[in-house]
């Protein structure tokens, strides 16, 4: 079908879009209002003034979205699209080219998985924007987990992921459940056209170490819809994560792509989780914050909220003072002070085997003789970090001057007073 619609050509797709409405939309009273309201705006002659093919597929999509409240419903006109996903689906789902045109560019961004590291406090931390396919992607999300099995705590950041593949989900979530219990029935899926019902369970056995016991956190924002939902809906309700962030977009039903025919594809939902804990899910209301905060701001609450919860919890001496030292660093990364230069000026001076100087407007801490040099973030008037492994205070003298030097380890309760010489 060129851009330009023939009345034969519509009538066609609007009697196709209304079989694969009722055949495949989970809500068969939805299906019939939308069903009804398209085919009566068909007989009125409602659409013929729509000479463009892209304008009558946001024309439907509006309508049927109106009508259900469902923002996963969508009718998109492109012909290439649509012979792609054609061809897709001729292919056999266990070939490894299976979604080779379809996903081709998430090779160049890591499978969605663009950063994996350890932040300050041996927090694991993993930013994942969408959910590859899992026979695609299976080997990079094992390699992430893996990387973070010493984690204390772990951080997933969905802010920007928009869902993905449900077995991928499920594969990340393993993770965070005992081997030694019986799987964990996450969720259970009702699929209406094969009018069956699949649940979603733990897997029994994964590559490497579980992360059973490590404090898990999700950050959301309005944008995480989906399978980022999915995730953060399903470990909330299971007691097993921390949400932390925005209420997240509602997007619950998972959608097929279906073909009406005439260059147009219809994206719509076949199906819906239900959880075993709420008996329901997220769609239309989102998944609800433990701890709600504009995204911009979600990963300095849950970092600091893992590191306050390791503190509280922890009974070991050195491992506490340990925690209290990495909970300093969280204020001069998150929450930095601006000192004015006069201010800074008070500290310079030569401590010992230390020296502290003034450089385009920072204090530099180095060891005399040698060229190492380490930058001073203040997070109180009279407190630094000044590496991974020190932070520093000053004693202040009567006349407000620094006079000695205070060396805080990160691995030793024991503080070090150097007198500052001159």
């Known amino acids: 079908m060129a851009e330009k619609i023939t009345k034969s050509s519509l009538h066609k797709l609007v009697h196709k879009i ?22 009566k705006k068909l007989r009125e002659d409602a659409y013929d003034s729509i000479e463009n093919a892209h304008e009558l597929a946001q024309t439907l999509t509006g309508e049927l979205q109106d ?32 979604e080779s045109n379809w996903w081709q560019w998430i090779h160049s961004d890591n499978f969605g998985i663009p950063k994996i590291e350890y932040l300050i406090g041996n927090i ?19 390699a992430a987990m893996n990387f973070l099995a010493r984690c204390d705590a772990l951080i997933f950041d969905l802010r920007q992921c928009g869902g993905g593949d449900p ?102 939902p076949e199906g819906y989780p239900t959880h075993p804990v709420t008996n329901s899910n997220w769609e239309g209301k989102g998944v609800q914050p433990d701890i709600e905060i504009v995204q911009e701001n979600a990963l300095e609450i849950a970092h600091r909220h893992a590191m306050q919860s390791l503190y509280k919890n922890n009974d070991n001496q050195v ?21 004015a230069p006069e201010v ?45 492994d020190y932070n520093v205070r000053f004693e202040m003298s009567e006349n407000n001057n620094a006079s000695a030097l205070i060396w805080l380890r990160r691995n030793n309760p024991k503080e070090i007073r150097m007198a500052k010489t001159e």
């Open 124 to 142: 694991g931390y993993i930013d994942i924007r969408y959910f590859a396919p899992v026979n695609l992607a299976g080997e990079v999300a094992v």
């Open 67 to 98: 009508i259900s409240h469902d923002y996963h419903i969508t009718v998109i006109y492109s012909p290439k699209d649509a012979a792609q996903i054609s061809e897709k689906l001729k292919l056999d789902p266990l070939n490894e080219n299976y």
């Open 344 to 388: 800074l000026e008070k500290f310079i001076g030569k401590y010992r085997d230390y020296e502290i100087t003034l450089r385009d407007g920072n204090l530099i801490l180095s060891r005399i003789g040698r060229r190492d040099n380490w930058v001073m973030i203040p997070y109180s008037e009279n407190s630094f970090t000044a590496d991974e």
């Open 167 to 268: 077995f991928m989900t499920q594969l990340f979530q393993s993770y965070l459940f005992d081997k030694n219990k019986k799987p964990k029935l996450l969720l259970s899926k009702y699929h209406h056209a094969k009018s069956e019902i699949h649940q979603n369970w733990t897997y029994p056995f994964i590559p490497g170490k579980r992360l059973s016991e490590a404090p898990v956190y999700i950050l959301t924002s309005a944008r995480t819809f989906s399978g980022g939902e999915d995730m953060a809906y399903t470990l909330k309700h299971h007691g097993r994560a921390t949400i932390v962030g925005e209420i997240t977009g509602g997007g619950a039903h998972p959608v097929t792509e279906l073909l009406p025919g005439e260059g147009f594809i219809l994206i719509l």
């Open 319 to 339: 491992d506490a003072h340990t925690l209290k030292w990495y909970l300093q660093r969280l204020d001069a990364i998150y929450k930095p002070i601006n000192l």
């Open 18 to 39: 209304s079989h694969l409405i009722e055949e495949y939309y989970p809500f068969p009273e939805k299906s019939q209002k939308m069903i009804s309201q398209i085919q």
